[in-house]
């Protein structure tokens, strides 16, 4: 994948760009001008117009930063929309994708330098990857006390990304004991990009547990359950919706607690304790997808889509 250099970036109508910025030469700009902070990375199929906010929560941030922005448009997550587009003549997915908990690992950590690739920079600190390795212990010990069935979807493709995958796998092996490697790897969900993987996972899961991710606000976003648990002791970590989807810096014996409470409650019960909305981070309809928010929204502009 091809990425827009800094020079490139500015004539696209970026006026500040902070380090380690990454945006693909597949993304299009249409009246756009903005900001972008450090170690952010955009890959294909997106679509710059003014200003597009995943959600609510995005726009509270921009108020909150004293971020001056002409217009917002909460659309949604034009990835998810392509997978339900994806899979809208299927009768059935697969079912090697059914769990009962769905592990988002996260991101890899690279122990040095000299095996960190150039969008790993954000994870120097040490404690999010004690903290992400705390997470998947529990889990661990979770699901093998309780019997439930799990799968860990990686985040890299071994086609596409080969490197990345090695250093993905080399953040298991070096952090789990092998009997915790052996469990990990024998309930891993290769990544596979064209076909959605992670999604269907996700789609097919009782609850999803992750640090941070946004396949988190997808499952809360499509009506699914979530916890997020960051144990990372790092606050800007925590989850931008408080109550039973999110806890932090716990005992293993709390996270039992909760995520044992979320497995058995039915959703009606579970979205009745959270402090805002399902949509509030993203936005949401199976009705009424991104992928027409965005075209939608061109039209008004007078963008001729063809």
């Not at 309780?146 to 953040?171: A, Q, S, V």
């Not at 359950?225 to 109550?243: A, H």
């Not at 932090?248 to 009606?268: H, V």
């Not at 909305?277 to 009424?288: M, P, V």
């Amino acid at each position: 994948m091809k990425y827009f250099s800094v020079t490139e970036l500015k004539k696209k109508g970026f006026k500040k760009i902070g380090k380690n910025v990454q945006i693909s030469k597949n993304v299009n700009f249409y009246k756009f001008h903005g900001s972008i902070g450090s170690n952010c990375r955009i890959d294909d199929n997106c679509i710059f117009i003014g200003k597009i906010s995943i959600g609510n929560h995005d726009i509270e941030i921009c108020k909150q930063l004293d971020i001056k922005v002409k217009n917002l448009y909460p659309i949604g997550n034009l990835r998810l929309a392509n997978f339900f587009h994806h899979i809208k003549e299927e009768n059935n997915s697969s079912e090697k994708y059914n769990c009962d908990i769905c592990l988002i690992t996260g991101n890899f950590i690279p122990v040095s330098n000299k095996t960190t690739p150039s969008d790993a920079v954000f994870f120097a600190d040490k404690s999010l990857e004690e903290g992400l390795v705390k997470m998947i212990k529990y889990t661990i010990k979770f699901c093998l006390k309780h019997n439930m069935k799990l799968i860990i979807p990686l985040k890299r493709d071994k086609k596409y990304l080969p490197g990345f995958y090695k250093l993905e796998i080399n953040f298991f092996e070096r952090n789990f004991k092998k009997d915790e490697l052996e469990y990990i790897k024998s309930n891993i969900l290769e990544k596979d990009q064209d076909n959605f993987s992670s999604y269907r996972a996700l789609l097919n899961s009782k609850v999803v547990v992750g640090g941070f991710s946004t396949l988190l606000r997808n499952k809360l976003a499509i009506g699914g359950k979530i916890l997020s648990c960051n144990l990372t002791k790092i606050d800007r970590y925590n989850f931008p919706i408080n109550g039973l989807c999110s806890l932090n810096d716990c005992s293993y014996e709390e996270f039992e607690k909760r995520l044992l409470e979320i497995y058995s409650i039915s959703k009606e019960n579970y979205f009745s304790r959270l402090d805002k909305n399902q949509d509030y981070i993203e936005k949401f309809s199976k009705n009424y997808s991104a992928i027409n928010l965005i075209r939608e929204k061109l039209t008004q502009l007078g963008i001729n889509q063809n």
